[in-house]
């Protein structure tokens, strides 16, 4: 595609319900990045993907959260048991290769609101 | 950690007048991008600086990186009301350089016509 698709652009749900935020990055890009963006805050890193591994899952705030990438291209961020805490911009980018970094794509984001 | 502290957190001039932000680091940064996010959008890729003391030019907007390379800003001269927005200083987090980014709080500017 033309760039990083993000879908759905709003995501509304239950405390304790499960949800999935979906990334269709660049054709071609190899590394995918998910980051989270609260109000008036920079975006905050959460995981990366270089092909299909998750080559640094470091941000992952908690065991609630976890990201899967199966065929190096399409990731999918998943969050268990939501929080209210969890209410945020969720980004995603990509970007051409993951070493001898020069520009990240962003998406539009999913603006998730847990109630 | 590795923190980015970017000053002001706000800045609203009058068309026309300059603005610059400025972006900090206690430890040694290997690159710094700047972005740009418009109310309601996405970060936008501006420019990386890899060198120290290296500046680049894009228009009206200078980026300089220090010499340390610890610090850098942002000018832009003679605003316009295009350029409103929220401008976010980051760095690579560790050693490498990827697109695994600390971002700064970043500074929000407004123009008034």
């Known amino acids: 595609g033309a760039g990083v698709s993000q879908t759905p652009s709003n995501k509304v749900t239950e405390k304790g319900k499960y949800v999935e935020l979906r990334c269709d990055p660049i054709s071609g890009h190899t590394a995918l990045y998910w980051y989270r963006q609260s109000l008036g805050q920079g975006p905050e890193f959460l995981i990366y993907f270089q092909g299909t591994g998750a080559a640094d899952d470091s941000g992952l705030p908690n065991d609630r959260f976890f990201a899967v990438r199966p065929e190096g291209s399409v990731s999918t961020l998943k969050i268990q048991r939501t929080e209210r805490g969890d209410s945020a911009v969720y980004l995603c980018?990509?970007?051409?290769?993951?070493?001898?970094?020069?520009?990240?794509?962003f998406g539009q984001g999913t603006r998730l609101t847990v109630v | 950690g590795q923190q980015v502290m970017q000053i002001p957190q706000y800045q609203h001039v009058q068309e026309g007048e300059d603005f610059t932000t400025y972006c900090n680091s206690s430890?040694?940064?290997?690159?710094i991008q700047w972005y740009k996010q418009r109310p309601g959008g996405h970060p936008v890729f501006l420019i990386q600086?890899?060198?120290?003391?290296e500046v680049k030019k894009q228009k009206r907007l200078t980026f300089q990186f220090g010499e340390a390379k610890k610090n850098s800003s942002l000018h832009i001269t003679a605003t316009q009301t295009t350029d409103v927005g929220t401008y976010f200083c980051a760095a690579s987090r560790g050693s490498g350089n990827t697109g695994k980014l600390i971002f700064g709080q970043g500074t929000t500017l407004q123009v008034k016509p």
């Open positions: 980018a990509s970007s051409l290769e993951g070493q001898g970094f020069t520009e990240a794509f």
């Open positions: 600086l890899v060198k120290s003391g």
């Open positions: 430890t040694t940064l290997s690159n």
